[in-house]
DNA sequence: CCAAAAGTGTTCGCTCTACACCCATGG
DNA sequence: CCATGGGTGTAGAGCGAACACTTTTGG
């Protein structure tokens, strides 16, 4: 193994940003912190890398054991390593970010400690946990223009309707119903499941779902 | 501090893909490993970051360190981290790309151990640092195109010929001179220093300078 | 028949692309 | 005067933005 006294051996943690879209807005999966530091304070979902771990099985692992998500899609975000950012001393993190479809904001692992917030009301948060939020709206709200990222916000049958308030809740601003459509029509990711949605005094929609669930083309 | 038993503490590196355009080919600069693993294989720049030391200044140490160059474009990359890559153990890999113009090719501290190689003949490379170089040749390709992040690669005063060889070496592909120059002028980023370079039998060119040196724009 | 959301095409302006010739210089 | 790279404009195509009415359903 390396000597640990010459250089300090770092702690390492995933950190992960849960996103989900909670009515028409971007919201956040937090975690109240029981312990100190930051004791009743608002933080991200996330702890150690264990020592034979990838990180990104350990994001997943994370995600899996604090909340009960899992086969979303998680992608690393950025590693955040100020020697300032943890009282306790040096610590490494390496975040993630994750998109979960809203249909599925109920739990396996339903918890107190656990809550949406939406991203233009956060709470105070732990560490520089408030950064790691900040940089990874950026990275989504980018994303959504060169990325068939947002489809993977949708639950496996979705009406263009509801795609639509995807995308504005994400870039915080209205789009035009028949140039969307056109857009998103022309990804040739989606298709036409041949059923429909009724939801009220008005014409039923048409379901879509995704040819190929799990992938993220870019475009452009 | 951390309690190390639970979880193994790791060594944190930082590794650096130094870019810069060597004739007409975009190329890295490597570091020939005198110690093992790999000893005589080929890898990145790169090394502990210290206890108390951001990782960015970490990066940047150890591209003044191991090449003399400094004040130069650097950006993070990935966080690698397969608990395999490191036969010595457990390594965290922050990986940094940095942009070098390429009248500085003269390092301050030229060593045998280092030299560039053209990114399309690349040697064994030690560790993971092949997948390294691969995702940042594929970050600044896709950076191009939305950005202004080229120019770091500029000396203070250059033609605009020069600047298309630098966007042809990157993208790997021909550009058309006209559209090439509507396109870069239309930035707004460069201005006409008034001065004419002289090179040969022939006209000659204009040289420009970067408005704001250091800054990189998001386009489009 | 009324309210509510679903669905659908066309026009215009702009941007991107393709393309060829004259200019300034050194030898 | 010849060779060499520097410098310049225009026309056509494709793309994105703006914009309003008809359809289907439940009550």
Redesign the interface.
Known sequence: ??D?Q???????TAEIVIFTIRGDRLAVLLWRREREPFAGCWGLPGG????????EHAATRQLAEKTGITGVYLE?L??????ARDP?????A?SYYALVPYNRLLMARRSEALAWHCVDALPELAFDHARIIALAQQRLCAKLE?STIALQFMPDKFTLSELQVVYEGILGEPLDKRNFRKRVQGLRCIEDTGEQFRAGNHRPAKLFRLKTPGRVEIIR
Do not use: C, K, N, W
């Not at 010459?6 to 390492?12: D, E, G, M, N, P």
């Not at 150690?48 to 990180?55: A, K, S, W």
């Not at 306790?88 to 490494?92: D, S, V």
């Open positions: 193994m390396f640990a010459a250089h300090a051996q770092a702690s390492v150690r890398v264990r020592p034979d771990e990838d990180l690393q950025y590693t955040f390593g100020d020697p306790r001393g040096r610590a490494i390496v060169y």
